[in-house]
């Protein structure tokens, strides 16, 4: 079997580096934090010199960014494919519920619930970074959620008057409990999915009491 061509080899060890030094930063970000964590310790915990690091990321605000959003991005997506499949809902309590569960679970995600503590704790350094992580997280869901809402009441599912204010209000009678609790606990392990079920389930009853088409 012939080896790939020269250029392609040196572009799958770069990719590698780079996702070592992505994975490194990462776990040393977690658990020294922002100005605790130098780029030395990055580079060393990657396996490569500082100079690899540097060329992969330009500054170590850089580095921070991208972790923050691709993982926020990551948890965010498949919610967001999950809100759109709500509009042609045929049993809309059953529906909401699935979905509250599923989007519970990906938001209280060990690692989600650690740089989210970071991003806040560094909002005022990189408020731009904070707006883009709730913009990408639960303001995406909100955004999403509004405009099905606003279909579900056309078709007589929902009454709702203002349907970015009910996705609010759905978003956080799911969320607010576990992750308040997370949040100023210092929880690393999010309950067992019996309770995150329990809390799921509970802000459903809640939005429905309030939204359902009587």
Known sequence: MSRPPADVQDERRSARKRRAILEAATTAFLRSGYLGTSMDEIAALAGVSKQTVYKAFSDKESLFSEIVISAVKEAADPVYADVLELED???????????????????????????????????????????????????????????????????????????????????????????????FLGEHEPPASAELNRFADAGVRAFLAAYAQR
Do not use: C
């Open 89 to 183: 809902t045929g049993d809309i309590e059953a529906d909401l519920r699935g979905f509250a569960r599923r989007l519970l679970k990906r938001v209280m995600q060990p690692q989600i619930l650690q740089l989210r503590r970071l991003v806040i704790g560094e909002a005022e350094r990189f408020p731009e970074l904070g707006r883009t992580f709730y913009e990408q997280g639960p303001g995406r869901t909100i955004a999403a959620l509004a405009p099905v809402f606003e279909r579900l009441a056309a078709r007589g599912a929902l009454q709702v008057d203002d349907p970015l204010l009910a996705a609010a209000h759905f978003n956080w009678l799911v969320m607010s409990m576990p992750l308040n609790r997370a949040m």
